[in-house]
C-alpha cells in the first residue's frame, strides 16, 4: 500500500497544484467580470503569478511542481524526466484544472448567471478561457510560453541563485510574460489551464467555447 501511495503522490501533487493554479487564477478573473470595473491588467497578471507560485510552492516537493504539459514535455524532451510519466501528468493537470473551473463557478454561479448575454459567447465564459484572434493569440502564446520555460530551465538549475526560491522566482516569470503579452482575458501559457476550464464552459454554457475566436 505504501509503494502505491509513492506511485501516486506525484500526480496527485500536479492535480492538486493544477486545482490551485487554476482556482485563484480563475477566481481572480471571474471578480473582474462580475466587479463594477474591470480589473486592470496588472492586478490580473500579479493575481495569475501568485498562482502559479501558490502552485508550484504545494506540489515542489512532490512530483516537481509541472502543473503544466508544456512544462512537463519540455522536462521530458530536455530533462531527465521519465516520457512513462507524461501521460498521467497531463491527465493529472488538466483534471485540477477541470476541478479549480468547478470550484470557481461554484463560488460564482450567481454573479455569472447575472451577466446579460448580448451576441456570442456568454459573458461568462471569460472567467474560464482565453478568448483571441487565432493568429495573434497563436503567436501570443508560443512566445510567452517559450519565455516562462526558458525562466523555468534558468531558475531550476542547480548552479542558478534563484533555484532556493524557484516558486516565487516563477510566479514573477509567470506575471511578467502574462503583463507584457496578453490581455487580462488573452493568455493561457498552459494547456491544461486552457483546455480544463474550457471543457467545463462547454459543458455549462455550450460549445461555442471551441469555436474560433476563442
Known amino acids: 500500500m505504501a509503494s502505491l501511495r509513492n506511485v501516486a503522490a506525484p500526480y496527485w501533487a500536479e492535480f492538486i497544484g493544477s486545482l490551485l493554479l487554476t482556482l485563484v487564477g480563475l477566481g481572480a478573473t471571474a471578480q473582474s ?3 463594477p ?4 491588467a496588472l492586478s490580473s497578471s500579479l493575481a495569475w503569478g501568485s498562482a502559479v507560485t501558490l502552485g508550484i510552492w504545494v506540489s515542489e516537493h512532490v512530483s516537481g511542481g509541472h502543473i503544466n504539459p508544456a512544462i512537463t514535455l519540455a522536462r521530458a524532451l530536455f530533462s531527465d524526466f521519465s516520457l512513462a510519466k507524461v501521460p498521467g501528468y497531463l491527465a493529472a493537470q488538466t483534471l485540477g484544472a477541470f476541478s479549480g473551473a468547478l470550484l470557481v463557478w461554484l463560488n460564482f454561479a450567481s454573479d455569472l448567471g447575472a451577466l446579460k448575454p448580448t451576441h456570442g459567447l ?3 465564459t471569460h472567467a474560464f478561457i482565453t478568448a483571441n484572434d487565432t493568429w495573434s ?3 501570443n502564446e508560443i512566445t510567452a510560453s517559450f519565455i516562462f520555460v526558458l525562466a523555468v530551465f ?10 532556493n526560491i524557484a516558486p516565487l522566482a516563477l510566479g514573477v516569470a509567470f506575471a511578467a510574460a502574462s503583463l507584457a503579452l496578453s490581455s487580462p482575458l488573452q493568455l493561457a501559457l498552459n494547456p491544461a489551464r486552457d483546455f480544463g476550464p474550457r471543457v467545463f464552459a462547454a459543458l455549462v454554457y455550450g460549445l461555442d467555447v471551441f469555436a474560433d475566436h476563442s
Open 33 to 35: 467580470l462580475v466587479a
Open 37 to 40: 470595473a474591470n480589473t486592470p
Open 122 to 124: 456568454h459573458p461568462a
Open 137 to 139: 493569440g497563436l503567436v
Open 154 to 163: 534558468a531558475i531550476s538549475d542547480q548552479t542558478s541563485n534563484a533555484k
